[in-house]
């Protein structure tokens, strides 16, 4: 079985692939002092818990943009798994695809995944949006070659802004707005609806802007625990894999080590 593990800036996302397959997944709250040994006393428990040997785990593969983790869960694949583990970008796992942009090493992690896991499960011309602590729009061509993106604020960032920098408005809970009305009747309603349609609007226009420069039919791929939500009020997907990222984690790993 290979194990993968995404570190993104909010969340470390586990995940264990049989085959082509994710067999678990598991997230925890990204850390960078957590150790090897707390790492390993969480997992193995869940692994337990999923009746999964600990030997049935023969590659590890990772990616991260928070560097301090990176010593940790190499000591974690090494001490508890016996594995010289994988990270996506170096070494054996290099990127195999054209990046085409000013500083292509500027590139993190998480996008270059995203762009080798939709072009290998989607392909064509496609603009990726994912949505994490920060939204990132990438636009890769039909050979999968990374032509650049764009980067915003996540829309949970933005919310974080607003509160913290005034005194009486609440703290919300982002949801889709139970009408499409954009007048709001309430202090709650009104912030939602700015937050919500708003990042809606700047969302649904950067991609437009994304088509044009193309200037040919693309595809819209979307990732990222909010994804299904924007879709209920916007047609401007074409699909959504919440797992985009991890996956690209796979078929990097089967790439550099053919099970």
């Not at 997944?25 to 999923?50: C, H």
């Not at 088509?211 to 959504?240: N, S, Y």
Request: proline share 3%.
């Amino acid at each position: 079985m290979l194990l993968a593990a995404d570190v993104g800036n909010t969340n470390v996302v586990f995940a264990l692939f049989e085959g082509t397959d994710i067999r678990a997944r598991w997230r925890i709250a990204t850390d960078g002092r957590r150790t090897g040994d707390e790492y390993a006393v969480w997992l193995l428990q869940l692994l337990a818990i999923e009746g999964i040997e600990r030997s049935a785990i023969t590659r590890i593969i990772f990616s991260s943009v928070v560097p301090r983790a990176d010593h940790n869960l190499t000591v974690l694949a090494k001490k508890y798994f016996g594995i010289d583990p994988l990270f996506a970008g170096q070494g054996a796992a290099a990127w195999d695809f054209e990046i085409d942009v000013d500083q292509p090493h500027t590139l993190g992690a998480d996008r270059a995944l995203n762009c080798i896991a939709a072009h290998e499960l989607v392909g064509g011309d496609m603009i990726v949006v994912d949505f994490g602590t920060a939204t990132k729009f990438e636009a890769v061509d039909f050979n999968g070659a990374y032509k650049g993106g764009i980067i915003a604020p996540g829309i949970n960032l933005s919310l974080d802004a607003l509160v913290g920098k005034t005194a009486k408005l609440p703290r919300i809970a982002i949801r889709a707005p139970e009408t499409d009305s954009v007048i709001g009747r309430n202090t709650e309603d009104q912030m939602l609806i700015g937050v919500f349609w708003g990042y809606v609007a700047m969302m649904e226009g950067l991609i437009e802007k994304m088509r044009a420069e193309f200037g040919r039919p693309v595809k819209v791929v979307a990732t990222g625990g909010l994804a299904i939500l924007f879709d209920k009020k916007t047609d401007i997907f074409d699909v959504i894999d919440a797992d985009l990222t991890i996956r690209g984690l796979q078929i990097l790993a089967d790439r550099a080590q053919p099970e």
